[in-house]
């Protein structure tokens, strides 16, 4: 299976640790495109730092687009108001950190 | 992306009755690589307002679209609102709460933009008439992300069959679309990017969502400020000199 990394930026009004930022991506692919097309993603937080809310996700290189949505939706991480953006997409974690940081 | 295309979002809806919360939410849109956004005013608002928009725009290199949503109930106030506010605002958005508004909006040139806010099927007046009627006209249909962004469950699929459908008509009769957050706060605010992954969702290609951020907002506020100048004549026609030098005896 081809894979994808995603740099993502978590913006929320507290802060929020790896389990919940999983949770709550997890549950927006969950919520857009069913237990189903959640199974087909391949969705794993490879990386989170909880101080700068940066992180990576991994996703199947065919489920970007759904993970880029579900990501897009989410407006509230364990009940506090957040939204998360996806900075870029990339083929290997190596160009991901080279270009993103 | 971002570096050839200015991207556009013609709908904030900030509280104006909280500046500082304007001045985040219009830095959070320059950050997220918006060049223009269109803020919604209230038809009475003070010119002193506007001019503090503007210069919180300024500072972070924003361009500022004056709007007003107009939400009337029958169309003949539309007409009374557009023969009021039409001079006042460079956007004027119509909220279609009835067939009648619907139709009445999109035939009128001076619309900008058709908005139907309801994510019930019955509601929403966005169909092959009125495709038919804004493809003659210029207003564009407005896709506001926000609600997609607060409904969950049975609602935001019903929301997204009715854009699906409303996209698929004004692609097929050529109606400009544009994509708006229509945020009132900045965790409602996506980046271009992201706005063409929601888009997906209702199956609008991500060529046509760029262009919904970036062209067509452009267009209308061009549009709009040419029609606002006071050269302006008609569409084309424009007083380049005035003045003694112009008399020809």
Not at chain 2, 63 to 68: E, G, P
Not at chain 2, 73 to 96: G, H, Q, T
Request: charged share 30%; glycine share 6%.
């Amino acid at each position: 299976m081809r894979r994808r990394y995603l740099a993502v930026r978590v913006e929320s009004e507290a802060s929020v640790n790896r389990e919940e930022l999983t949770d709550a991506v997890w549950r927006a692919v969950t919520q857009l495109f069913g237990e189903y097309g959640a199974s087909q993603v391949g969705l794993v937080v490879i990386e989170y730092d909880e101080q700068n809310g940066r992180g990576v996700v991994r996703c199947s290189h065919k489920a970007v687009p759904m993970v880029k949505a579900s990501i897009a939706s989410i407006t509230k991480i364990d009940g506090k108001s957040a939204a998360i953006r996806v900075l870029g997409v990339s083929g290997t974690l190596k160009a991901l950190h080279k270009r993103y940081g | 992306m971002t570096a050839t295309r200015g991207f556009g979002d013609l709908h904030l809806r900030p509280p104006l009755s909280d500046m500082e919360r304007v001045k985040r939410m219009v830095a959070k849109s320059a950050e997220l690589g918006f060049r223009l956004v269109g803020v919604t005013l209230p038809y009475n608002a003070s010119l002193e307002v506007v001019e503090k928009l503007r210069k919180i725009c300024a500072e972070v290199d924003v361009d500022l679209a004056t709007r007003i949503d107009l939400a009337p109930k029958a169309s003949n106030e539309l007409l009374d609102d557009l023969r009021r506010f039409r001079r006042r605002f460079e956007l004027v958005s119509v909220v279609c709460t009835s067939k009648s508004v619907a139709r009445q909006a999109a035939k009128d040139r001076r619309v900008d933009l058709l908005s139907f806010p309801s994510s019930e099927r019955r509601q929403r007046f966005f169909d092959r008439a009125e495709a038919e009627l804004a493809s003659g006209a210029l207003a564009s249909l407005e896709v506001d992300m926000a609600p997609l962004l607060l409904l969950e469950g049975f609602q935001r699929a019903r929301l997204l069959s009715c854009l699906r459908r409303e996209v698929a008509i004004a692609e097929g009769f050529k109606v400009p679309i544009t994509v708006c957050s229509g945020a009132t706060s900045e965790q409602l605010l996506r980046n271009p990017s992201d706005f063409v992954a929601l888009a997906s969702l209702f199956d609008m290609a991500s060529e046509r969502a760029l262009e919904a951020l970036s062209e067509v907002p452009f267009a209308i506020v061009r549009r709009n400020r040419e029609k606002l100048s006071p050269d302006f004549v008609a569409p084309g026609i424009r007083v380049v000199r005035r003045g003694d030098c112009c008399r020809s005896g």
